[in-house]
């Protein structure tokens, strides 16, 4: 289900505010160097399960409606307007995308072309297909990460708000990204409760 009217939003790959972004850059860079690649697999797996269950927890008629949201930090204006299909399809695109970009930076190739935020904008049409593909596409990040004797690599692949990132960056980010989006569809359960 959506509604007749889509509301004004940012274009996709508009990126966030000024000071916002300043920060998340700190903050991120402060993340990588504390933590741990263990660490951020165990926060990856349990952002993982907190979705799961977040979605488990929505009526499957309610999951594929659109719902817009404030925007929450580290979310593009451009993405409050999903349902929750909508996330897990966005989920399944990055988490695939960070899995070649690892796999390729351990292999010691350059990925081709550019990381986009505008490129992984999820499909209108996600349905429950998505919930399978989101699954599958954790399982396929994880083993690559897992099949990686080292991710410090010597090549770094430009992240468009986060600059060169090595194998270990990207792995990093992996499981900071799957907080941002839990985040997101805990925003658009709260609104589905209320409506």
């Known amino acids: 289900m959506q509604e007749a009217t889509e509301p004004p939003l940012d274009a996709p790959g508009a990126g966030l505010p000024g000071p916002e972004l300043f920060i998340a850059r700190q903050l991120f860079a402060w993340k990588r160097l504390v933590g741990s690649r263990e660490g951020f697999s165990r926060r990856f797996e349990a952002e993982r399960r907190a979705i799961r269950e977040r979605v488990d927890s929505l009526h499957e008629a309610d999951r594929g409606r659109r719902i817009l949201i404030?925007?929450?930090?580290?979310?593009?204006?451009?993405?409050?307007?999903?349902?929750?299909?909508?996330?897990?399809?966005?989920?399944?695109?990055?988490?695939?995308?960070?899995?070649?970009?690892?796999?390729?930076?351990?292999?010691?190739?350059?990925?081709?072309?550019?990381?986009?935020?505008?490129?992984?904008?999820?499909?209108?049409?996600?349905?429950?297909?998505?919930?399978?593909?989101?699954?599958?596409?954790?399982?396929?990040?994880?083993?690559?990460?897992?099949g990686i004797a080292s991710l410090e690599t010597s090549l770094r692949f430009p992240h468009p708000w986060f600059g060169p990132l090595t194998a270990a960056g990207w792995h990093a980010l992996s499981a900071t990204h799957l907080g941002i989006h839990r985040a997101q569809i805990a925003a658009i359960a709260e609104r589905l409760a209320r409506s």
């Open 70 to 146: 404030p925007r929450l930090r580290g979310l593009e204006d451009s993405s409050r307007y999903w349902s929750v299909w909508m996330t897990l399809d966005h989920l399944r695109i990055t988490n695939q995308a960070f899995a070649s970009v690892i796999g390729s930076l351990a292999a010691g190739q350059m990925p081709p072309g550019k990381a986009d935020t505008a490129a992984v904008k999820p499909s209108p049409a996600a349905d429950a297909g998505s919930e399978a593909a989101f699954e599958a596409s954790c399982e396929q990040l994880v083993a690559t990460v897992a």
